[in-house]
């Protein structure tokens, strides 16, 4: 057996599963997407309808939010960790990567913990500070999930960027903002860029925390979901798979083509 | 005639033409070296006779009479030292030693007895059950070494042995590497792109240039009778001397010398060791530099040739930059080489 | 030593980040062991919401484990010879493929479970076996594997190791096995720690694909959460947490040595 066979034997299980669960049922997606009443204009259909524009308008109005509030935290956050070493470094580092491995329905009772009826905001404040449930809730959950996502990928980064282009700046005069400004943040850009485009698929795609939060605030995943499963509208939610499919997707690429990071667009 | 190279050539898929149509034949117990620029295609030729490259169509390989062009790489029972040594990182000193031996299933006791053999022969004993990762350059050198010969190959290939090592072990190791070659008895053929490795190790040298062997001799016979340019540029060094000449007689500037015999249409070279200053010769040259390098200076002449000619002075003191100084040169140490095409 | 303003805003803004993530994790830990979370700690502690979630939902736990055992087989079996073929080949083709298996990253898992009801959901022995929620973890999980191991084959010099290998006699099955998989072991640890903790967490796939039958962990906890008094569901994720954390630790710590092997 030549070893270019050998390579191609390697990859058959891969080209088997890949086929059979991947291409075929995303095919089958697309295409019953245009199965539908109205046949592929469906797609105009999504722009045309108050309920499903106005949810896709929210949905990224949220994401939009979540990223900025996710970059802007996880970036000082990180740039703090990787530049000082104290006692208790670790334990931060630890606490701010936790909540990766958390699916979303756990982050959704996060921050039912937190704003929900029997909650501690709720407890400790006077007055009626339920906001769990609200755009303000949905806010905070995703942004539970984005920050570890954020602050790895700009820890990475900001890891790499030469300590002596600092000393460099520092030795020509300028003050320590003029060099965030004009040594660290740009050195980071890329980083940023990918880590933003990584937090607002993931906003844009995440169902756990929404399904739990069982929020009054329409986004797409939930859409989709009672479009499938309470309307049995399934070209409606097929179609609408495949627009949030390839919104995410398409960042996801932009956000590969800046750092190459590989995290899951989970939540 | 042990290995036999008839129209051997390679043409990558871009179109580079690697490896020019090669024939080359080497003895039983013969060290070859290839040696060369890189790019000049040595490495090439190596690895079709390991069996990692396949030549193009037309090219036959023979070993012993046996024909191996179709052979597989793991198959051709090739000894191959590689350049960065690829040893396995997961398997200690004795695991790489005893691979190939693993490879031809043979028994746990035949295995134990030979890496036991080559360690010796090595005297890689101390490092036996070492990690990879736990020795040095010069260590990795030889375990790659025994590595390759432990399965007693019919052939033993070297790729730029020694040049991942820094210089001062590379002369130390070139002496061993020289004599545990010669103690194996075995075929070899390795590469190098350093004159003096492939003199101190090689039985015959095959200088390469731009995919074609353009000489093979004796290191001998390629130091003092390079049949190109290339090979009396490359091997020793040899600079291009005078203006040009006429029947028997070459003109410098302002000068002449003698030949012993016509040498018309023909160019002249010489290497530094034959230029010597002498203040009694009748031929004139100006210092345009002077170096002093511990035994002896190497000093830039000018009028000599278009461009400096270097001479090598072993004295207490040398002349001063600016000075005109005797030249003689042997009239029999200057090579006559065929004129080349060439921007002069 | 934080002495700059900047520096202890920068702190100031660090501390509060765990808090905010750190805060309501405890919170749950607490509430799982609390006789009455809106009475407070003061109604004293105890196991008995611990003792009941593993009475309802013990069922629950296995599946997930067992999942995650099965999805790990899988992706070794697919994973792992298919990054060597694509590390061995690189060039556009590999790099598609490579793209193209990495897609359920970026497709949300709601899209990849409503692709997979559409096309399997009508074969009923297969819809409603265990095998179907299966066929979503690999697929989601899958890239992680390959990504890992791909990482550290490109670390090292394969192509020259297998050179080695090949001129000493070993024919290409011996050379992946010898040589492939022993260099690879730090990214195949990483890949397979990544693939059990996000097999166990996983959800968005799965709550589409399961059945009443085949509740995973994470199912059950949407069902506590939904259903469940706030101790229950806080015990659950209690025990959740149990399982997790050690898993993410040892998945960072073995993906920092795969980078370190790799440096």
Redesign the interface.
């Known amino acids: 057996m030549t070893s270019r066979t050998f390579a191609q034997l390697c990859l058959l299980p891969l080209a088997i599963f890949t086929l059979t669960f991947l291409a075929l049922p995303l095919a089958r997606l697309i295409l019953a997407s245009g199965e539908g009443e109205f046949g592929w204009g469906i797609y105009l259909k999504i722009l045309q309808t108050p309920r499903y524009y106005a949810t896709l308008l929210q949905t990224v109005i949220i994401s939009v939010a979540v990223t900025i509030a996710a970059l802007g935290i996880s970036t000082t956050a990180g740039l703090f960790l990787v530049r000082n070493r104290f006692m208790g470094r670790g334990v931060l580092l630890s606490i701010l990567t936790l909540p990766l491995a958390f699916p979303g329905v756990v982050v959704g009772f996060m921050i039912i913990l937190l704003g929900g009826r029997q909650g501690l905001v709720n407890q400790i404040l006077p007055g009626h500070w339920v906001f769990a449930y609200s755009a303000f809730g949905l806010f905070l959950g995703y942004l539970y999930f984005s920050i570890p996502r954020v602050l790895l990928t700009v820890m990475a980064a900001a890891e790499k960027i030469d300590p002596a282009l600092e000393e460099a700046a520092l030795t020509l005069g300028a003050p320590s903002h003029r060099v965030v400004l004009d040594v660290i943040l740009p050195a980071l850009a890329p980083a940023m860029i990918a880590a933003g485009a990584i937090a607002f698929a993931t906003a844009m795609g995440a169902f756990g925390t929404a399904f739990t939060l069982a929020t009054n605030i329409d986004v797409l995943p939930m859409v989709i979901y009672t479009e499938f499963t309470l309307s049995a509208n399934i070209a409606m939610a097929a179609a609408l798979s495949v627009v949030l499919g390839v919104i995410t997707w398409v960042l996801l690429l932009i956000a590969r083509s800046f750092s190459g990071a590989t995290i899951a667009a989970g939540g | 005639m042990t290995l036999s190279l008839t129209n051997t050539a390679k043409t990558y898929a871009d179109g580079t033409r690697a490896l020019r149509s090669t024939n080359l034949d080497v003895a039983q117990g013969e060290i070859i070296s290839l040696l060369g620029p890189s790019g000049c295609g040595k490495s090439t030729l190596l690895r079709i006779i ?3 490259e396949t030549p193009d169509e037309g090219a036959k390989l023979l070993f012993n009479g046996e024909d191996f062009t179709q052979i ?9 030292v ?1 350049q ?1 040594y ?6 200690s000193v004795r695991g790489n030693i005893g ?2 031996l693993k ?2 299933k043979l028994s746990k006791t035949e295995i134990n007895t030979r890496v036991d053999e080559v360690i010796e022969l090595c005297r890689l004993e101390p490092y036996a059950t070492r990690s990879i990762t736990a020795l040095s350059g010069g260590q990795r050198q030889r375990v790659a070494l025994a ?2 010969f432990a ?1 007693r190959p019919r052939l033993l ?1 070297l790729d730029e042995p020694l040049s991942a090592l820094d210089a001062a072990l590379r002369g130390q190791l070139r002496d061993e590497l020289a004599q545990l070659l010669r103690s194996f008895g075995i075929t070899a053929i390795f590469v190098t792109h350093d004159q003096d490795e492939a003199m101190a190790i090689a039985d015959r040298v095959a200088v390469m240039s731009h995919g074609e062997i353009t000489q093979i001799g004796t290191p001998e016979a390629l130091y003092r009778a390079p049949k190109s340019e290339f090979v009396a540029r490359f091997i020793g060094a040899a600079m291009p001397l005078g203006r040009h000449i006429q029947a028997d007689t070459m003109y410098f500037e302002t000068s002449t010398l003698k030949l012993p015999a016509p040498a018309a249409g023909k160019t002249a070279f010489v290497r530094a060791e034959d230029v010597r200053l002498d203040d009694n010769s009748p031929l004139r040259a100006k210092v345009m530099s002077v170096t002093f390098l511990g035994t002896h200076y190497r000093i830039a002449l000018e009028g000599l040739a278009p461009d400096p000619v270097f001479a090598l002075h072993s004295a207490l003191s040398a002349p001063k930059v600016g000075d005109t100084v005797g030249v003689a040169i042997d009239p029999a140490a200057i090579l006559m080489l065929p004129a080349e095409k060439k921007a002069a | 030593m934080f002495k700059s303003p900047a520096k202890l805003f920068q702190l100031a803004i660090t501390l509060l980040a765990c808090a905010f993530l750190l805060i309501p994790t405890l919170q749950s830990a607490l509430a799982g062991v609390t006789v009455n979370y809106f009475r407070g700690v003061s109604s004293g502690l105890t196991f008995k919401w611990i003792i009941e979630v593993w009475a309802l939902y013990s069922g629950s736990i296995f599946l997930s484990i067992g999942l995650a055992l099965a999805c790990l087989v899988c992706t070794l079996i697919i994973g792992v010879p298919a990054a060597y073929a694509l590390a061995r080949n690189p060039g556009r083709l590999s790099r598609m493929l490579e793209e193209f298996i990495s897609l359920p990253l970026a497709i949300p898992g709601l899209a990849l479970a409503l692709a997979l009801l559409q096309l399997y959901g009508g074969w009923r022995e297969f819809r409603m076996s265990w095998t179907f929620i299966l066929v979503g973890h690999v697929l989601y999980t899958l890239p992680f594997m390959v990504r890992s191991v791909m990482s550290v084959l490109a670390a090292i010099d394969l192509k020259t190791l297998e050179e080695g290998a090949a001129s000493l006699g070993a024919p290409s099955h011996r050379r992946f096995l010898d040589i492939v998989v022993p260099n690879a072991l730090p990214g195949i640890l990483a890949g397979a720690l990544t693939v059990v903790t996000l097999s166990i967490g996983e959800f968005n796939l799965t709550w589409m694909l399961h059945t009443p039958f085949l509740k995973t962990l994470p199912v059950g906890l949407a069902d506590s959460y939904a259903s469940m008094r706030l101790e229950i569901a806080s015990a659950y994720t209690l025990i959740f947490f149990a399982m997790i954390v050690p898993l993410l630790l040892a998945m960072q710590w073995a993906t920092a040595r795969a980078q370190r092997i790799m440096s």
């Open positions: 390991a069996g990692l597989p790489v793991e198959k051709r029972k090739v000894g191959m590689f960065s690829a040893l396995f990182p997961n398997m691979y190939g490879m031809q590595r390759a399965p290939l």
